[in-house]
């Protein structure tokens, strides 16, 4: 449950970190490939974006769709050898 809450998250953070790039102005954006509206396009540069969110999203999912870890089991302490009575 614990690892599909951060699984949650991650992906919501980064989808919003993307949203924050695609939609900015930057340098080097590109050429536009596509016109969203008058002063909105995807541009070449976007599509770096929007390939490394896919492959964080990827990289997420497989993470959480893993199965448990199986818990280590906890090794006994060794116990110092029993000293024979001196004669």
């Known amino acids: 449950m614990l690892r599909w809450l ?5 992906g919501g953070v980064l989808s919003g970190f993307a949203f924050l790039l695609v939609t900015g102005e930057y340098a080097n954006e590109g050429p536009i490939l596509l016109t969203v509206s008058r002063n909105h396009g995807l541009h070449a540069g976007d599509l770096f974006v929007l390939a490394g969110w896919a492959v964080a999203v990827l990289a997420v999912l497989a993470l959480a769709a893993l199965p448990p870890r199986r818990p280590v089991p906890e090794r006994l302490p060794e116990r110092a050898p029993e000293r024979l009575p001196e004669h």
């Open 6 to 10: 951060c699984a949650l998250v991650c």
